[in-house]
């Protein structure tokens, strides 16, 4: 049974840091596409990063580009985005998700995506 499982997730005030990671079981994550996605309340869900297996392409949305970083950890089956700078409108619910069988994950298509963690909340507030 493949399960993705984040964590990391907390209250941070502006300018803060946190690291989310995506620990999978059932599975190795190396071989697959890998996605976090965040949705805001009263927000449709938007990507985030993400990696690409195939060539080792990152990519990000516009909003976090030089703030956030993707990495992966093979020994741990587990996806890390590193977030910096953090502002408000970084509140969110944070999901990764990992796609069987996408070719590019950059256009951040979520019906791509097969399996999904149940997500970590991030607060950014004073």
């Known amino acids: 049974q493949v399960q993705l499982v984040e964590s990391g997730g907390g209250l941070v005030q502006p300018g803060g840091s946190l690291r989310l990671s995506c620990a999978a079981s059932?599975?190795?994550?190396?071989?697959?596409?890998v996605a976090w996605f965040r949705q805001a309340p009263g927000k449709e869900r938007e990507g985030v990063s993400c990696t690409n297996t195939r060539d080792g392409a990152t990519y990000y949305a516009d909003s976090v580009k030089g703030r956030f970083t993707i990495s992966r950890d093979k020994t741990k089956s587990t996806v890390y985005l590193q977030m910096n700078s953090l502002k408000p409108e970084d509140t969110a619910e944070y999901h990764c998700a990992m796609s069987l069988d996408s070719w590019y994950c950059g256009g951040f298509v979520i019906d791509e995506y097969d399996y999904w963690g149940q997500g970590t909340q991030v607060a950014v507030s004073a």
């Open positions: 059932g599975i190795a994550l190396d071989y697959y596409n």
